[in-house]
């Protein structure tokens, strides 16, 4: 099932929200996480479907409590050298990453996306 999400306000360098609004694609593997711009991606997530807005470059768009947004920075989650992902004071950008990096990142902001609209819902 599909949940409706808030789309993020329009910031400096990102598409302004109705250009975001396009059908959700699944997954992609391999090569398919190349491109430039804005996706949706439906992402399955503890046994639904979760979208998650996707820049090619800078990486999948996560909901703040506040009602705001940010683009998710691997160097939030990993710190250390695990996966050779933190680079010091240059972390690895979404575009250089692995397909299997891209696609743990992806389906990390759909579980918090998904918990944080969750938590809401219940109060």
């Not at 506040?66 to 250390?80: A, C, E, L, Y």
């Not at 004071?89 to 250089?96: C, G, N």
Request: net charge neutral; charged share 20%.
């Amino acid at each position: 099932a599909h949940r409706a999400q808030a789309v993020p306000p329009h910031l400096p360098g990102c598409p302004p929200p109705g250009a975001m609004a396009q059908s959700p694609e699944d997954m992609p593997v391999g090569n398919g996480w190349v491109w430039t711009g804005m996706k949706t991606i439906k992402v399955p997530c503890e046994g639904e479907d979760e979208l998650v807005m996707v820049d090619g470059e800078k990486g999948p768009i996560v909901n703040m409590a506040d009602g705001g947004w940010k683009f998710f920075r691997w160097d939030n989650m990993v710190k250390g050298s695990k996966a050779g992902q933190w680079l010091g004071d240059m972390p690895q950008q979404f575009y250089q990453m692995s397909s299997t990096g891209k696609e743990i990142m992806v389906h990390q902001v759909a579980k918090t996306n998904k918990r944080l609209r969750d938590r809401f819902v219940t109060l």
